[in-house]
């Protein structure tokens, strides 16, 4: 049971999945709305490409909080994330805008959400019995989950690398490396997915004498970041589980068949943005909206 009449709405999902998309088409329809990032990467400041962070032209429009806006040796801890966003949220619904909630750090998620929040303990630790997750929140919310079959999420991400790396994500980190060097030690930013792939990169680079060992080197790191990838998936989804089993109500909305058409566009009858539109921004409006008129 909230604790609190502060309206709220949560869009949660595995890496790739299209939380972002889906709040920007919300919070620009009908919805004065305001989003709140909660991927704990994407908190940070710099490599925006490698970060996957939703793009100036991509906003709409619509205002960001705490989306590249920290920088540092370390990186924003959960109990930073609840102070934080619980000032931006009260900032937020004061100024009669609705928050939106979007990111797939889960353990941000529930450490702004749970009542009974205790940064000590990992409620998402296997060991823990799904009892450990306190159902008791301190807002009223309305949680979207944007689902993904997942061998279809899995060849998305695999594309999504490419794409990423051919969209400068290479030319992002070559500079990070020669700007900052290359440590052992992973702080910060160099958690994120592709830093520490590509360092190793980068490091190798000049003990290859022919372009085959380069494109050797090159194809490896990419495979390492397109299989890390594959696991933080399969980590977010495993945890929005374990809140759905805990008794979060979670209402899932399927994106399979938009993120299929978006891949082969050339053999789908139907647009990828009609079956995105109509399977997964209608029913995630309609939910929406039965949650403000409650």
């Not at 609840?82 to 949220?89: F, K, L, P, S, W």
């Not at 450990?132 to 944007?146: D, G, N, P, T």
């Amino acid at each position: 049971m909230a604790t609190t009449t502060k309206k709220i709405v949560v869009i949660m999902g595995a890496t790739g999945s299209g939380k972002s998309k889906l709040s920007i088409d919300l919070a620009t329809r009908f919805f004065p709305s305001e989003i709140i990032n909660s991927d704990k990467i994407q908190v940070s400041k710099g490599l925006d490409i490698t970060t996957n962070k939703i793009s100036i032209n991509e906003q709409g429009g619509v205002v960001h909080h705490l989306l590249g806006e920290f920088s540092g040796p370390e990186l924003f801890s959960p109990s930073d994330f609840r102070y934080t966003a619980d000032n931006r949220i009260t900032d937020i619904i004061n100024r009669r805008k609705l928050p939106l909630i979007v990111g797939g750090s889960n353990s941000f998620i529930y450490a702004l959400l749970s009542n009974q929040f205790n940064p000590g303990v990992d409620v998402f630790d296997k060991l823990n019995p799904v009892q450990f997750i306190s159902k008791e929140l301190r807002y009223h919310c309305c949680f979207i989950w944007v689902d993904v079959f997942t061998p279809v999420l899995n060849r998305y991400l695999f594309q999504r690398v490419d794409e990423m790396m051919d969209s400068g994500m290479y030319e992002e980190l070559q500079e990070f490396f020669e700007k900052n060097g290359f440590s052992d030690r992973k702080t910060g930013i160099r958690k994120a997915i592709g830093v520490p792939e590509m360092e190793g990169y980068f490091r190798n680079l000049k003990n290859c004498t022919t372009v085959q060992e380069k494109c050797r080197l090159y194809d490896e790191a990419v495979r390492e970041i397109k299989e890390n990838t594959k696991e933080l998936a399969e980590k977010q989804i495993w945890k929005i589980q374990r809140l759905r089993e805990s008794g979060w109500d979670l209402q899932k909305v399927d994106a399979t068949e938009a993120l299929r058409a978006k891949m082969s566009p050339e053999n789908i009858k139907i647009p990828a943005t009609k079956i995105w539109e109509r399977q997964v921004v209608l029913p995630s409006m309609k939910i929406v909206k039965q949650f403000l008129l409650e």
